[in-house]
Each structure stands twice: as structure tokens, then as C-alpha cells.
């Protein structure tokens, strides 16, 4: 004999339901049939599962152990009868995305609300990637549809344009530069300042051109996301200099958002793998998301 599945969901029952009369009314059998199945088990496995103290189960260290391995397997059955749940839930399609977290708060959840308003069955899968796990995946084919910043295409993609706007200042509230309507560099001269992290393309290019003009700013703070930065404006430690995309969703009573008199370009590419199924969905999202862009740059600052 070898062991069967039974055997493993009347071992599982004893542990859950701690007891063979609780076990049986779980698995819609009879007291007499756990009993000999588990005796079967236990010789089987040449292990004492239980001991039997006053009429009652108690289990082992070893059952203990061999629990633990049993939950990760059902744990395994229950993530695939999830995801075909999901499956039967999103018959009418589903789509699965992959963008920076910049992407999936400033410009998705608009375009998200759009294509559900046409396609209400839709499910939709996000997914937060920074580079170069974003590029990664789009080459591998685990998407549907990408949204990068990078001017190249992963590849065994093909890439498209989205949107093109240009960097903006957030300040804090009441800062005394907020009166200004468009903010130079020289404006920033002996200011605090909160910085993306080094090694982001934007950080660089921010830096350089500060130094083309011999701007001193106080670095104050170096953080990895816009989002970040936005919060530290907010609490008054210092300006900063980000995307419009993230400035405009985080604009409100503790921040403002000013173009800058220089042109630092952001741009939005759309990026679709070349040997995944095609999902005729992904039209129409693209089609959501060039409408949420345009409007987003028609109301930028």
C-alpha cells in the first residue's frame, strides 16, 4: 500500500478539528472509517501520529512536523483554486499590466476607471516594477501591456509614445516661492532640497543642470520614489523637483506644483510584447490610457 490523498485529508482533519467525531463530520464520513485510516497511516509512515490519552488524540511532534509540510501543500491546491476562481470570475477578459509605481498612482487608476466604465466585466492585474525588473518582464512576455519612462524597448517588444510633458517643482505650502507662477533654477540658489536616489536618470539630469549653472542647493534628503519626495515637501523639508504625473495626483493644501523655466522632459512609452497572445482587451486600454494622458497634460500645470 502507499499513502493516498485520503489518508493526507483525514491526517489534516484529526489536526484541524482535534478529534476523530469533529474529523468524520468534516469530511462527511463515519468515526470507525478515520480510526482505520489513520491506523493505516501510521503504519504506513512507520510513525505514532497520536497518542491516545483518556479517549482522546493527542498529536505528536512528529504529526506536528509532518503538518506543517501537509498546510503548504494545501496551501499550493488553494492558490490554484484561486486563481481559477479568478479565472471563471473575469470570463468576459482579463489584463494584466506591469509599470513603475510613478505609473500606477498617476495615470492607471484614470485610465482604469475609463475602460471599466466601457467594459465592466474586465479584470485587471498591476503590477509595481521598478527598472530593471520592469524591463524583465516585459521581455519575458509575463504581460499583457507595459509603461515605462525608458526610451528603449525591452526586448521581443515593440514601443510607442504615450505622453510627453516636462518636469515640474513642488514646494511647500505658504513657501515664499509659491507666489511665483514659473520657477527658475537660480530660484533654488541656497534652498533645502529633497533629491531622488543617485542612481535615478532624472537625479542626474536634475544635477547637471543645477551645475551648468552653478546653483548651490542644500541637499536635505535623497529618497527613491516621487511619491517620496512629494511627502517631504509636504512636511516643509525642502523643494524638489519631480514628474507631473506624481505632482498633480499629490497636489492639494500641502503642496503646490510650478512649471519649471526649463525644459527637463518626461516621457510615457506603452510597450506590448510580440509573443504573447493577443488580447484584444489591450486595444482598448491603450485607447483608455492615451484619453487619461491627454487629459492629464491638458490640465498639467
Known sequence: MRITHRHVDIFRALMNAGGVTAAAQALHTSQPTVSRELARLEQLLGLRLFDRVRGRLQPTAQAFALYEEV????????????????????????????????????????????????HPGVGLAITQQESPYLEEWLATQRCDLGLTESDAAPAGTTQQLLVEMNEVAVLPAGHALAAKRRLKLSDFDGQAFVSLAPGDPYRQIIDGLFEQQGVQRRQAIETHSAVSVCAMVKHGLGLGIVNPLTAMEQAGPKLVVRPLAVAIPFRVHLVRPLHRPANPLVDRLVEALQEEAAALKRAGP
Open 71 to 118: 498546510q503548504r501543500s494545501y496551501l499550493g491546491l488553494e492558490r490554484i483554486a484561486a486563481t481559477a476562481a479568478r479565472l471563471k470570475q473575469f470570463a468576459q477578459g482579463q489584463l494584466s499590466v506591469v509599470c513603475l509605481p510613478a505609473l500606477s498612482h498617476g495615470l492607471l487608476p484614470g485610465a482604469c476607471t475609463r475602460l471599466l466604465a466601457r
